[in-house]
């Protein structure tokens, strides 16, 4: 894996590791804020506190987790918010991602709704926060902490994982537990999980409403010198799509079938198709999206290419999504999140 | 290729414990050096500036300043100068 840092550790997962459905554990990208990362815990002392504006707080153990709730399963997407944002233009400040920041797993824990009706909301519950065990060196360094409206905590998806494909989580993904927030970036996936916390005001924590800000309209989009005023919080995954194979240093023989493949996701809308255009956009063709596997999951897409010509090629690819929303050629945001401008492969062909 | 850096990991009964292996770039020799390599790994790895690319000198202190005022590092006006000094002589385009 790349290594982006070590303190705490962020690693990038290599390009050939998304020509499979689900991306391994012992590859997905890892991403902490805090230094001080959970590096050691006794699984049969561990608790998970629920807590606030509920009838009954819990600490629930591991096997209480796995005994007194149904195990729910998800395949979905995991997808910081700032990957891709060293492709970025002009460059911005931050984790210096490729397109590696991303991992498709299957998650199974419990429905985080489920938790919450054993506690027993409160009337006037708000919103519900979230934190883990991580801590920063300085304890006046804002906690990261992060926080779910009270609907969205309810709702059928919103899940705590205790296993990734079929494993337990590793401690650098967030052993024992994650929060998944599926459609949504994974700022709200919540690693090392201990602590959730309903509120009946809104939670004002610097990791809700001074980090992970994007222009308030909407658009993902601003420019550097007139930066969008008003901000909100990042939330749904933004639609793109990317080249996974061939990679711009890949030799291409022409007059030879190459298999071009690559993803395309969405925050659950769904992927309608996949197209690439060989000039710049003027003409498009359809790509070949394998089956879905769900609707939080990402989509892979096939394309035979056969060039006829040698030299300099550059390919672009655009995703249309179920309501007909596509691709831009061109966005930009301060805080380089949510990339979501059309992707180019720019590729010599021999 | 590399495995994730969960490089050390052991398993005793219920107790799960990993080692990370910390790593320190090497940096150019500028004034404000010792600042920057003692404050700026206060709270996180230096790998946190190598990875950047340049900026321009407005960039590098608006960052220094968020260190300070959003993340409380202890640092003064007169050191978070220095530092900033220090990032524009390494890397930013002159």
């Known amino acids: 894996m790349y290594l982006l840092t070590d303190r705490p550790p962020q690693l990038e997962t290599p390009l050939k590791i998304f020509r499979e459905d689900l991306t391994p554990n012992e590859y997905f990208f890892v991403r902490w804020h805090l230094a001080q990362v959970l590096t050691k815990i006794d699984i049969d002392t561990f608790k998970l506190y629920i807590g606030g504006a509920v009838d009954k707080p819990l600490a629930l153990s591991m096997n209480d987790l796995k005994t007194q709730f149904a195990p729910d399963s998800i395949i979905a997407l995991a997808i910081c918010s700032g990957n891709s944002r060293s492709t970025f233009n002009p460059k911005v400040p931050g984790g210096q991602w490729g397109n590696g920041a991303m991992g498709n797993a299957k998650w199974k824990g419990v429905k985080l709704k489920d938790i919450l009706a054993k506690a027993g909301v409160k009337k006037g519950a708000f919103d519900v926060t979230f934190q883990g065990m991580d801590r920063a060196p300085l304890p006046a360094t804002p906690a990261f902490i992060k926080s779910l409206s009270i609907n969205h905590a309810m709702d059928d998806e919103v899940m705590i994982a205790y296993e990734m494909n079929g494993q337990p989580l590793p401690m650098l993904n967030g052993y024992p537990l994650k929060l998944v927030v599926p459609g949504w970036y994974a700022t709200y996936w919540v690693g090392s999980l201990n602590s959730v916390n309903v509120l009946t005001d809104t939670f004002h924590g610097f990791w809700m409403t001074k980090a992970y800000q994007v222009p308030k309209d909407g658009s993902l989009n601003e420019k550097p010198d007139s930066l969008a005023k008003a901000t909100v919080p990042i939330t749904n995954i933004n639609l793109h799509s990317i080249f996974v194979e061939p990679e711009p240093t890949d030799t291409v023989i022409a007059n030879k079938q190459r298999l071009v493949e690559g993803l395309a996701f969405d925050d659950g809308t769904g992927i309608k198709k996949v197209e690439l255009s060989f000039d710049a956009g003027k003409t498009w063709v359809e790509t070949k999206l394998n089956p879905e596997l769900g609707k939080y999951s990402w989509r892979r897409w096939k394309y035979d290419w056969t060039p006829t010509n040698k030299g300099a090629y550059h390919i672009l690819v655009k995703a249309t999504d179920n309501k007909g929303r596509t691709q831009t050629s061109k966005q930009w945001n301060r805080s380089g999140y949510a990339r979501g401008f059309m992707e180019q492969l720019d590729i010599t062909v021999n | ?94």
Not at chain 2, 71 to 90: C, H
């Open chain 2, 1 to 94: 290729m590399e495995k994730k850096q969960e490089n050390s990991f052991s398993l005793n009964g219920s107790v799960r414990e990993i080692k990370i292996t910390p790593e320190t770039p090497d940096f150019p020799d500028h004034e404000g050096k010792a600042e920057f390599m003692s404050y700026c790994s206060m709270c996180h790895s230096l790998k946190y500036i190598s990875m950047q690319p340049n900026f321009p000198r407005k960039t590098w202190e608006a960052e220094v300043n968020k260190m300070v005022a959003k993340y409380k590092a202890p640092i003064d006006s007169v050191t978070g100068k220095k530092i900033a000094d220090y990032l524009v002589a390494i890397k930013s385009n002159h």
